[in-house]
């Protein structure tokens, strides 16, 4: 049973910086495409960046666009999300996702709170 555990969140000022985490417990880890969500209060969950199996990086946020960077070490089965100059529109539930390559299932982490605040 593939598990997906974020970490990292918490509450910054604005134009502060925060770095998530999520590791997933899974034997290959490589062969897994890796995603950011973040659900803000009374909006749809969103797909803010992915990164490829592969490596490759896909921003699908504009509003993020320039200040948050995917990335990840699949020798320590993690995937980082660095966020840069918060704003306070950024707070949300933060969610990280696995999918397999191949087969497409996905699994969910639980989410880690991200308040942006004066």
């Known amino acids: 049973q593939v598990q997906v555990v974020e970490s990292g969140g918490g509450l910054v000022q604005p134009g502060g910086s925060l770095r998530l985490s999520c590791a997933a417990s899974?034997?290959?880890?490589?062969?897994?495409?890796m995603s950011w969500y973040r659900q803000a209060p009374g909006k749809e969950r969103e797909l803010v960046e992915q990164?490829?199996?592969?490596?490759?990086?896909?921003n699908y946020a504009d509003s993020v666009k320039g200040r948050f960077t995917i990335s990840r070490d699949d020798a320590k089965n993690t995937v980082y999300l660095q966020m840069n100059s918060l704003k306070p529109e950024d707070t949300a539930v933060y969610y990280c996702?696995?999918?397999?390559?191949?087969?497409?299932?996905?699994?969910w982490g639980q989410g880690t709170q991200v308040t942006v605040s004066s």
């Open positions: 996702n696995a999918e397999h390559k191949l087969f497409r299932n996905q699994r």
């Open positions: 899974v034997i290959t880890f490589s062969n897994y495409h």
């Open positions: 990164i490829t199996s592969g490596g490759s990086s896909t």
